[in-house]
């Protein structure tokens, strides 16, 4: 299956699935606003989400996302739709002073992975387990501040996962 169909399924299995209640025994689904998918090869990140409730965006970076696996490429999209279900923006945590910031930035990281890690966890676990292994071995380094380590994130994948 070539890489854009398999984020494309992946990416409406994340918005699909963050849609839904998680304690309900029926599901309902509210339709989501299409999400653009654009390629840039300047981005310094793999990919990044913008949210906006009529036109939200990923950007990618295409030659960063080449150099990894399949599965991992499908963990870090799952990750940018998990932002967009999750309605995140950055404009809270910046009016908020830098240590404050940071940690609120972190948080809407983990909540992303963690919605990821959920909805991959159900069909696609090659991904999940893919990010696992990649955040382990990144250890205590992060990507900047706004980041979690890669042990924390790590962690917290493995904890969201389903059983």
């Not at 699909?16 to 689904?29: E, W």
């Not at 310094?44 to 990923?58: E, F, H, K």
């Not at 991959?120 to 900047?144: C, I, K, P, W, Y």
Request: contains cysteine; proline residues 7%; hydrophobic residues 45%.
């Amino acid at each position: 299956m070539p890489r854009w169909l398999r984020w494309a399924a992946v990416g409406l299995a994340t918005l699909v699935g963050a849609s839904r209640p998680a304690p309900a025994n029926v599901a309902v689904v509210t339709p989501q606003p299409v999400v653009k998918e654009i390629p840039d090869a300047s981005l310094r990140d793999v990919a990044v989400a913008v949210y906006d409730s009529l036109r939200p965006v990923i950007y990618y970076n295409p030659e960063l996302m080449r150099r990894f696996s399949p599965a991992l490429d499908s963990f870090f999209m799952a990750h940018e739709y998990a932002h967009i279900a999750l309605h995140h923006t950055r404009a809270s945590a910046l009016r908020a002073g830098p240590g404050i910031r940071d940690h609120l930035l972190q948080a809407k990281e983990l909540e992303a992975d963690c919605l990821a890690a959920r909805r991959l966890g159900e069909t696609h676990r090659d991904a999940t387990l893919a990010a696992v292994r990649f955040f382990s071995r990144m250890g205590d380094a992060r990507f900047d501040m706004e980041h979690p380590t890669g042990s924390e994130r790590a962690r917290n994948i493995l904890s969201c996962m389903p059983k």
